[in-house]
């Protein structure tokens, strides 16, 4: 398809720009489009050969550009406007990936093609504070240089820049290094009994002031449970979470003051110090503590794990305490868990939150985001998230939360919906079918690392999955050749695929085989280990191709890690194995043992489950 816009407009290069993102392209032959003001909205009227396209400021330019582009050549008569204050996306840049300023450009592109007009970098630590070199070191960390350009190229696609950081909590990776202890409560926590850390908070405000134009900040605070318990006690003494909590925001208020900020914040943890468990969902907010919270606060509710509307309208409902308070919203694209975005169940709860937010009438809802968190290494890229950003802009702008106006929008990035549905393969294995888009399940983590010997998940591997695995990875490479611009997702997935269909199920069929001394069938599978290290291998190649495609290069190094343990110990199983089946041994301990739950109340066999993390899959010693 082509576009060419009538006339002279300095927005033309912009929209050159933005189309290379697209399967359009710039040029006369094919849709003629007139560039028109208005005081709101958006609205295109066309023919199918010529259009006017009527927009507000660029975002809905942009977003009025996709809409052309998806319409195929069909005559349209459409009129739309932002139901949110502002809509956008947060990246997870603190849990090992740090997107290249590539990645950062591509996204920016796309999030102006659906509509949105901000955007959240989240980092810890992975910024430059001048005054402090541990900050981030050996992070990937982006320069006050780069914080600037990606400022700049935002701004010229109508998207604000805003910046997301910490200033309580999750400060895992600064704590690694001994310099930076004094600042350390307990865990991950600051002390906020010591003047030291004020100090490095106003280093973090001041750096992000002289680098992003917004004057909006995200200040975190989410996720403090042990507030208070650590060396904060050494400094001051016992105070109750509730208190330390308004203490300190009033304290990191005033520091945005200085630096002319509007802060949100996480709004969790005022929740959670009412909750005889700690939790979010159970807590509440008393109206004199609502009361005390500063007004300047923009308090962002996130949730992202229902898929019944009614939970999303309950906690927008306990909401209504905050009555001097702006409330915005965080939803997400499940890419933390494991190395497969959860696309189906992504959609399902993304729909019901924005059904929530749509329909809600006493919160007037600020700023919706979509998060792309990356705990435990950030191993599925973020250019996973692709239909969930669509299905965030259509709400917000049409109000369409159909999967088929997703399938429609997300052709124009020269992808396909049911390419991205086809990735929860890995996870879905037809035992759990029923279970997809309704929850979640990271079953190709565990089935990937766990130890062949020890059997850890032997319990919740699914039943006979290789025949699964092989029509998964037919799938994965059908998807890869055709050569679109994310296919280097769907290789990758394909060689992880091919893995499990020899690994899945092996630690099973090993302690079948030992129990009922059939050293043939040991023999056997012992054989096997050497194709299956050549197709890790395989994987691993694809892996560090798709993680430099999108990311720096700090924080493979985890990932190689991780799999290089993996090599190493099935060369080290099949050691054991053969020293057994030639007689050097009369017993493998290991496979001696029975094999137990997991989770302890799982009561049926070979049940599928989460292996959310990394270190719980592969050995129970200690690490």
């Known amino acids: 398809m082509k576009i060419y816009v009538n006339g002279n407009s300095d927005l033309i290069p912009l929209i050159k720009e933005a189309l290379t993102e697209t399967v359009a392209e710039y040029g006369e032959g094919g849709l003629t489009v007139d560039l028109a003001k208005t005081g709101e909205g958006l609205k295109i009227v066309s023919d199918g050969k010529t259009a006017t396209l009527y927009y507000c400021d660029k975002t809905s330019l942009f977003r009025g550009i996709g809409i052309l582009i998806s319409s195929e050549g069909e005559k349209l008569d459409v009129s739309e406007k932002m139901r949110f204050g502002s809509l956008g996306n947060m990246v997870d840049c603190s849990r090992n990936a740090v997107i290249t300023l590539e990645t950062y450009k591509k996204i920016i592109k796309q999030s102006a093609l659906m509509g949105h007009n901000c955007m959240m970098l989240y980092t810890e630590d992975t910024y430059e504070i001048e005054s402090e070199p541990y900050f981030g070191h050996l992070r990937g960390r982006y320069s006050a240089a780069e914080l600037k350009e990606m400022d700049a190229y935002a701004e010229k696609f109508g998207i604000e820049l805003i910046p997301c950081i910490q200033t309580l ?76 909590m308004r203490d300190h925001l009033k304290k990191v208020v005033e520091l945005c003051k200085k630096w002319g900020y509007e802060p949100l914040m996480w709004d969790d943890m005022f929740f959670r110090v009412n909750s005889k468990s700690g939790g979010y969902y159970d807590g509440f907010v008393k109206e004199e503590q609502a009361r005390e919270v500063p007004p300047e606060i923009n308090l962002v509710y996130w949730d992202y794990c229902w898929t019944d509307k009614k939970i999303y309208t309950g906690m927008l409902e306990k909401h209504r305490v905050f009555k001097n308070n702006k409330v915005s919203f965080a939803g997400g694209a499940f890419t933390w868990y494991g190395g497969v975005v959860q696309t189906a169940f992504s959609m399902s709860a993304s729909t019901a939150a924005l059904q929530a937010m749509l329909e809600e009438k006493e919160v007037k809802i600020d700023v919706v985001l979509v998060t792309a968190w990356g705990d435990d290494g950030a191993e599925t890229p973020v250019t996973t998230t692709l239909p969930t950003m669509i299905l965030y802009g259509e709400g917000a702008w049409s109000g369409d939360l159909s999967l088929e106006r997703v399938a429609k929008k997300i052709k124009i990035f020269g992808e396909e919906l049911d390419g991205f549905i086809a990735m929860d393969d890995l996870n879905f294995t037809p035992d759990v079918e029923e279970f997809r888009g309704n929850d979640i399940r990271c079953v190709h983590k565990y089935l ?170 592969y050995t129970a010693c200690r690490r």
């Open 169 to 244: 909590a999750h400060l895992d990776a600064m704590f690694f290094w001994p310099a930076m202890e004094k600042y350390r409560d307990i865990t991950n926590i600051l002390n906020v009994a010591k003047e030291d850390t004020y100090t490095l908070i106003d280093k973090m405000l001041e750096t992000m002031n002289s680098t992003l134009k917004s004057r909006r900040i995200n200040i975190g605070m989410d996720e403090a449970h042990l507030l208070g318990r650590g060396k904060y006690l050494d400094t001051a003494g016992y105070h109750e979470r509730s208190d330390i």
């Open 448 to 617: 990937l690392h766990q130890d062949i010997l020890l059997g850890i998940w032997d319990w919740h591997v699914p039943k006979n999955p290789a025949p699964h695995y092989v029509e998964t990875t037919k799938k994965m490479k059908a998807f890869a050749d055709k050569n679109t611009p994310l296919s280097y997702l769907y290789r990758t997935l394909e060689k992880l695929s091919s893995v499990l269909e020899i690994k899945a199920d092996m630690g099973i069929r090993l302690k079948d085989a030992y129990d009922r001394k059939d050293k043939e069938e040991i023999g056997k599978i012992a054989d096997e280990i050497p194709e299956l290290l050549s197709r890790i291998r395989e994987y691993g190649d694809a892996y560090r191709y798709q993680w430099r495609k999108v990311n720096r290069d700090f924080g493979l190094e985890s990932f190689e890690t991780r799999l290089g343990g993996l090599i190493y110990r099935l060369e080290g199983a099949k050691e054991i194995l053969e020293s057994y089946l030639n007689g050097e041994r009369e017993s493998i301990p290991q496979l001696e043992q029975e094999r137990l739950p997991y989770f302890h109340n799982c009561k049926e066999p070979r049940t599928p489950m989460n292996g959310y993390n990394w270190a719980e899959t």
